[in-house]
């Protein structure tokens, strides 16, 4: 036992100088952040003074599933979750498998599809509120005016739901090519010999999309679920910059909530505890993807 003891602690002081500076940081920057995020979830911080005040308990908390405002940011991080997940990974996948049919200009047709996501989210989000703008001189008005699709301009981001569905629109197309790009390298692991049997068996192409291609990349479809949920919950930039929680912050998603009630009102005890709720239910369904991502495996 003392030889193993002794055998272990060789070890470790051999990696210790390798996997220290990694440790001090990963304890300074993430692990004691979250620890006295999780304190202050449970009691009230006075800013000026820097230093908490007192403990109210679970009374952010229970004060936050009653608030209407908090269950409309939910509502809204929940519905723009379910809307620009599928629809990343729908069009991101329907966009690599034209990619990867095409011999000449991939590389080209790869980068023009992949600039959204390198493009600055300010930069986008700011055209983005042009285009949408409200009048006949917001571009999507002009275009369907002159197109004879509407009658009179829409306001798009005075609306609670036309407001939404310019987030939505813009959380999928910020996204599409980064999972293109993903889905391509899965793409071009599978074997030709694949397609061409389903060809001589007679499938058409929906068939071989359906039932070739869509299994054939079912791994990483469970991976970007995974992140793209994630990425889904922590929806800011654009939502500060395209509507800023109007009309009467009917589009505000938990994020921008949390930074609001943090640095706007300046309760730091509340917005701690809208961090921690979040957390929980981003850990609790990355828990339950992966329990069905093993299943599905096995």
Known sequence: MQVKFHRGFRQWAQALPFVGPALILLGLFVLYPLARNMVMSVSTYDILQDRITGYVGFSHYTAMFSDPKYLVALRNTLLYTLITVPGQMLFGLILACLLNAVVKGKTLFKVLCYLPVLTSWVIVSLIFKYIFVSGKGGLVNFALLQLGLIGKPIAWLQGEWTANAVLWMFGIWKGVGWVMVIYLAALQN????????????????????????????????????????????????????????????????????????????????????????????????????RRVTQETIN
Not at 259 to 265: E, G, H, I, Q, V
């Open 190 to 289: 599978v074997s030709r010999d694949v397609y061409e049997a389903a060809q001589i068996d007679g499938a058409g192409t929906l068939q071989t999309f359906l039932h070739v291609t869509v299994p054939m990349v079912r791994n990483t479809t469970l991976y970007l679920l995974t992140v793209l949920t994630i990425g889904g919950f922590g929806a800011y930039i654009h939502v500060m910059m395209i509507t800023d929680g109007a009309p009467l912050g009917l589009t505000n998603q938990i994020m921008n909530l949390m930074y609001n009630t943090a640095f706007s009102k300046y309760d730091f005890g509340y917005a701690a505890a809208q961090a921690v709720t979040m957390g929980v239910m981003i850990f609790a369904l990355t828990m339950a993807q």
